[in-house]
C-alpha cells in the first residue's frame, strides 16, 4: 500500500526544486538588471581615460586591494582606460618608524627631509608600485608601474606650508607644477594600465626628488590627459556640508560651491576636495571622492546611475 509519506515525498522535492529553480531565475535577472544599468555610462567612456587616485584603508587592506584591481581589470576589458596614482602615507611612517627616522607632520604635511625622502622613494616605487601592479597583472599582463621621475612625467617645485601666519619649511615637499603625459599615453597606447607614484623631480634642483600629494598629483594627471573623469579613493563616505551630521552627505557639489566651502571643511578633507576643484577647473568632466573601504566602490561610483560618494561638477 503507498502511504500518505510516500505520496508527499516527491511532491516536496518537486516543489523545492521549483523554488530554487525560480530563485536563480530571479538572481539571474537581478544581475541582468545591474549589468543592463551600466549601459549608458560604458557608453559615456567607452574609450575614455579614467584617472583613480588609490589611497586610504584599501591600500593596506589585502581584501580591498584585491577588489581594486579587479575593479581596473574591468574597466580595462569593457573598454575605459584606467590610470591609477598613488601615495601612501601609513607605510612610509611604518617604514621610517622601523629604521628609526624621526618624522612629523605640519600644517597637514610630512617634513620630508633628505633621509626620510630616500624612504619615500624606495617605500613608494619599490614597494606600492609594485604590489598595485602585481595585483593587477595576477589577471593578466596588464599594468606597468610608473614613477613621477619617469620621462619627465612630473616636474615639482618645494612648497612650504603657513602656520598661525608664519611659514614653515617643510623640507623635500613639493606641488606638481607642469606634466609631461606622454610616457602614460603610451602605456595607454599599449593597452597597459599605468600606475603612478606621486613622486616629483624638482625644476628648480637637477637631481633632486620630491614628495608630493598624491590627490593633487592626480588631479594634474588627469588634467594633462584630458580624463573623462577624476576618482579619489578615501576612508569616508563622502563629502558632508555639515559635519558631523551624517544626514548632510552631499551626492553632488557644483564647483563654485565648493570653492565656497572648502575653506570650512576637515583639514583631511580639503587636499581631496581642492583635487576635485582643480581637476574640473582644468577641463575634467567629473570628479568624485569615494568609500574606499567599500569593496567594487569604482564600479558602483562609474556604472550606476546614483553613484557611491560626492561627485563635483563644473559651475
Known sequence: MTTTDDMDTPATGTDEAAEAAERDHADAAAKAETLIESLPW????????????FGGNAMVNEELQRTFAEDMVYLRYVGLRPVVVHGGGPQISAMLDRLGIDSEFRGGYRVTTPE???VVRMVLTGQINRDIVGNINKHGPLAAG????????FQGRR????????EVDLGLVGDVVAVDPEGVLAQLAAGRIPVVSSIAPDIDDAGQA???????AAAALAVALGAAKLVILTDVAGLYSDWPNRDSLLSKIGADELRELLPSLESGMIPKMAACLDAVDGGVEKAAIIDGRVPHSILLEVFTQSGIGTEVVPA
Open 146 to 153: 610608473l614613477s613621477g621621475e619617469d620621462a619627465g612625467l
Open 42 to 53: 560604458l557608453k559615456t567612456f567607452h574609450d575614455r581615460i579614467i584617472v583613480v587616485k
Open 210 to 216: 620630491l614628495n608630493v600629494n598624491a590627490d593633487a
Open 159 to 166: 612648497r612650504a606650508a603657513v602656520i598661525d601666519g608664519e
Open 116 to 118: 626620510a625622502m630616500e
